[in-house]
């Protein structure tokens, strides 16, 4: 429920009780609701209505409204009772979102996926290409992964961690093309890949492997 449609003033609320009884009796089966609540609710809902009758009378006083008081919270007690045992439960496994309006209360919003850190270490290799190009290879990217980034660089002394390696760039697809300059022909690449989730985090880097660019 997006508001506690339970609070609500009088009128609302008779409203809201006639719609909810009318669907637990339509879906009492359906729900596994004892018939024992079902008719508690009813008469509950029979005797509010009919304080709610009095209570708007011209001659109505304290005691009235009083009364009205008890009546709708001995009602509310029934109704939260059956929300929370046979929808919220949802026991049969029956409860759908077009059931809920049915009972005059708001689907709740889906939650929202919940995204893992990533904590594998990306497996890829690689392959020549054409005239100054490097193939890498590795995995589809997860559920919920942005893609495999490489960390790499061209030229100089294999370095000892990723973090050397000065060039990144998102890898989306499991076949992916490195293109070089002229310039670079016959320099090493040094190239490690880590795992990116949507949230931008990262997993544990690759170890880094080499490959000179031909």
């Known amino acids: 429920m997006n508001r506690d449609i339970f609070s609500t003033g009088e009128a609302e609320f008779l409203s809201f009780a006639g719609t909810f009884n009318a669907a637990v009796l339509t879906h009492a089966a359906l729900l596994g609701i004892p018939a024992a609540l079902v008719?508690?609710?009813?008469?509950?809902?029979?005797?509010y209505t009919a304080a709610c009758h009095t209570a708007k009378a011209p001659n109505a006083g304290k005691v009235d409204r009083e009364d009205r008081r008890e009546k709708r919270r001995a009602?509310?007690?029934?109704?939260?009772k059956i929300k929370k045992a046979c929808l919220d439960a949802d026991p049969l496994g029956a409860v759908r979102p077009e059931l809920l309006l049915d009972f005059g209360l708001?689907?709740?919003a889906p939650r929202r996926r919940e995204i893992p850190d990533p904590a594998e270490i990306v497996p890829f290799t690689l392959e020549g290409g054409g005239y100054?190009?490097?193939?890498?290879?590795?995995?589809?990217?997860?559920?919920?992964?942005?893609?495999?980034?490489?960390?790499?660089?061209?030229g100089g002394s294999v370095p000892e961690t990723h973090r050397e390696l000065t060039s990144r760039r998102l890898l989306t697809r499991p076949r992916e093309i490195l293109r070089f300059e002229d310039s670079q022909l016959g320099q090493t690449l040094s190239i490690a890949l880590i795992w990116q989730n949507e949230k931008g985090r990262l997993g544990p880097p690759s170890p880094i492997q080499t490959r000179v660019i031909a």
């Open 39 to 47: 008719n508690d609710n009813t008469a509950k809902l029979a005797a």
């Open 75 to 80: 009602l509310t007690l029934t109704m939260r």
């Open 106 to 108: 708001h689907p709740r």
């Open 132 to 154: 100054l190009q490097v193939i890498v290879k590795h995995p589809a990217r997860p559920p919920g992964y942005n893609g495999a980034l490489a960390f790499y660089k061209v």
